[in-house]
C-alpha cells in the first residue's frame, strides 16, 4: 500500500514547484558587495587631494556636427584652455582655444576646469592631442558617420571594486558613444570624490566621447546656500547649448543616424516648464529619414518593478510620455534603481506596439548595493529583471535593426543574461498614425 502523503510534504512540494517556475533572471546569486575606492582620504569633502604638474581628470564629449568637446582639470590656475591635434603621435596639425571655470564648495576649491571644442573632425578616425600644451598625450576615436554604431550604457556608475571590473568589460566592447543616464561619482558633497571619479574614468573617458546626464546623487544642494549641481555643471558639460537648450540639465544630440535626447529628472518637467518645451521642439525637429532610431535617457525610470524607488518617476512620465510616444520613440534608458530590467514596447502602463522599449540599468557599480526585490507578479510589460551589477551595449546595425545585450558581472567575467533585436518604429504605421499628435502637441 502507497504511503500516505501528509500536509508538510505537499506545502514542501508546492514551494519547491513556485521556486522552479520563477524566471531565472530572479534567481540569480548576487556576488558579495565590494569595497569604495578612494574613501579612505582623510581630508572629506573640504580638502584637495595632492597636486599634480599635468593635466588630469581628462575626459570628452560631442559638442555638435563633427566636433568633440576635450574637458580636463589642472592645479596650475597659469595652464593654457589650448588642445592640440593631428592624426599622428606627436603631430598636432591643429590648435583649438576654449574656456576655464572653477567653483569652490563649503572649504573645497576645484582645480582650473577647462572646456575646448575641437573640430571639424573626420568621422570614424583616431586623433592624438594633448591639452594645456604638455604631455601626457592622450588619443581618441570618432564615431563613424553612418550605420552601424555601437553604444555602452551603464547607470548609476560610482567608484567601487564593482566599478573597476564594470570599466575592464565596457573597455574590451569596441563602442563608439558611453551613455551614462546619472549618479556619475557618487561624491555626495565629498567633492574630492569628484576628483577621484575623474581619474578612475580618463583612461575610456579621454578615448570615446561620454555623455552624461544628471541624476539625484549630482544635485548636492544645500538649503539657503547651495541649489545644486555645482560640480557636475562645472566638471560635466554636456552640448545643451548647441542643441538649443538652456540647461546642462538636459539636451540633445545625434550620432550616425541616431538621435539621442537626455532629459533631466530633477529639474522641472511639468508641461509648463523650460524643459518641457524644449523637449516638444527637439522632439518636432527630428528628421527620421535623417536619423531614423530615437532614443531617450533620463535617471528615474518611468517603469519599474522593483521595490525600490516605486513610483518617483511617475510624475515626470505623466507630463512627458505622450510627448515620447507621439515622437516614436523607439527606446528609453534610466538608471536610479540598482538593478537591471527591460520592457516589451509600452505606453500608459499598457502593452503597446507603438511604445518605446525602457530599459532600467541603475547597476554599474554604486556604493550602495543592489535593488534585490521585485514586485510580483511581475507586470505584463516587463520582459526580464535581474539585480547584478553590470553594463549594457548597445548596437544599432542599421536603419530597422539594433541588437542590445546585458553584461552582467560573475566573478569579474562580463555573463551575457540579456539579449534581443529591436526593430525601429520607423517604418511602422505607428509614424504615420501618430505624426499628426506631435503636430498637435507641438504647437498647443
Not at 547649448?241 to 522641472?268: C, I, K, Q, R, W
Not at 526593430?423 to 499628435?437: E, G, K
Amino acid at each position: 500500500m502507497a504511503a500516505e502523503i501528509g500536509p508538510a510534504f505537499v506545502v514542501a512540494a508546492f514551494l519547491l514547484l513556485m521556486a522552479a517556475s520563477a524566471v531565472a533572471d530572479e534567481s540569480y546569486v548576487r556576488p558579495p558587495p565590494r569595497a569604495e575606492l578612494g574613501v579612505g582620504i582623510p581630508t572629506w569633502f573640504w580638502g584637495r587631494k595632492s597636486t599634480s604638474p599635468f593635466p588630469q581628470q581628462v575626459h570628452i564629449s560631442l559638442a555638435g556636427d563633427r566636433h568633440m568637446r576635450v574637458t580636463w582639470v589642472t592645479d596650475d590656475p597659469t595652464s593654457p584652455s589650448v588642445v592640440e591635434y593631428g592624426t599622428s603621435p606627436g603631430e598636432y596639425m591643429a590648435t583649438s582655444e576654449g574656456e576655464s571655470t572653477s567653483y569652490s564648495y563649503l572649504l573645497y576649491s576645484s582645480g582650473k576646469i577647462h572646456n575646448v571644442v575641437i573640430g571639424p573632425l573626420e568621422a570614424n578616425t583616431v586623433y592624438f592631442y594633448r591639452c594645456s600644451g604638455q604631455n601626457p598625450e592622450f588619443s581618441l576615436k570618432t564615431p563613424p558617420s553612418q550605420f552601424p554604431v555601437k553604444f555602452a550604457v551603464v547607470g548609476d556608475l560610482g567608484q567601487t571594486e564593482w566599478t573597476s571590473s564594470t570599466l575592464d568589460h565596457i573597455d574590451k566592447c569596441e563602442y563608439d558613444v558611453h551613455l551614462l543616464p546619472g549618479d556619475l561619482s557618487y561624491a555626495d558633497y565629498r567633492q574630492h570624490l569628484w576628483d577621484s571619479f575623474g581619474e578612475l574614468v580618463q583612461p575610456l573617458a579621454s578615448a570615446r566621447p561620454w555623455m552624461v546626464t544628471e541624476g539625484n546623487h549630482e544635485k548636492e544642494s544645500i538649503p539657503f546656500f547651495k541649489s545644486g549641481f555645482d560640480a557636475y555643471n562645472a566638471r560635466w558639460k554636456m552640448p545643451f547649448e548647441e542643441s538649443g537648450s538652456s540647461s546642462n540639465l538636459y539636451y540633445s544630440f545625434e550620432v550616425a543616424g541616431v538621435h539621442v535626447v537626455m532629459l533631466g529628472s530633477y529639474t522641472d518637467y511639468d508641461e509648463y516648464s523650460e524643459q518641457y518645451n524644449w523637449l516638444k521642439a527637439d522632439l518636432s525637429k527630428v528628421d527620421r529619414q535623417k536619423t531614423p532610431w530615437l532614443l531617450v535617457l533620463m535617471h528615474a525610470p518611468w517603469y519599474n518593478s522593483n521595490w525600490a524607488h516605486q513610483g518617483e518617476g511617475d510624475k515626470m512620465m505623466s507630463s512627458m510620455e505622450p510627448l515620447l510616444y507621439a515622437a516614436n520613440v523607439d527606446i528609453v534608458l534610466a538608471g536610479h534603481v540598482h538593478a537591471y530590467e527591460r520592457s516589451t514596447r509600452v505606453n500608459m502602463g499598457k502593452v503597446d506596439r507603438c511604445g518605446p522599449v525602457h530599459i532600467t540599468i541603475g547597476d554599474g557599480g554604486n556604493r550602495e548595493g543592489l535593488a534585490q526585490r521585485y514586485l510580483k507578479p511581475k507586470p505584463e510589460w516587463s520582459v526580464f529583471r535581474e539585480a547584478s551589477f553590470g553594463h549594457g551595449e548597445l548596437k544599432i546595425v542599421n536603419s530597422t535593426h539594433a541588437h542590445w545585450s546585458w553584461h552582467r558581472n560573475d566573478d569579474d567575467e562580463p555573463v551575457k543574461s540579456d539579449e534581443v533585436w529591436i526593430t525601429s518604429l520607423v517604418n511602422s504605421d505607428c509614424i504615420r498614425s501618430n505624426q499628426l499628435d506631435l503636430k498637435i502637441r507641438t504647437t498647443a
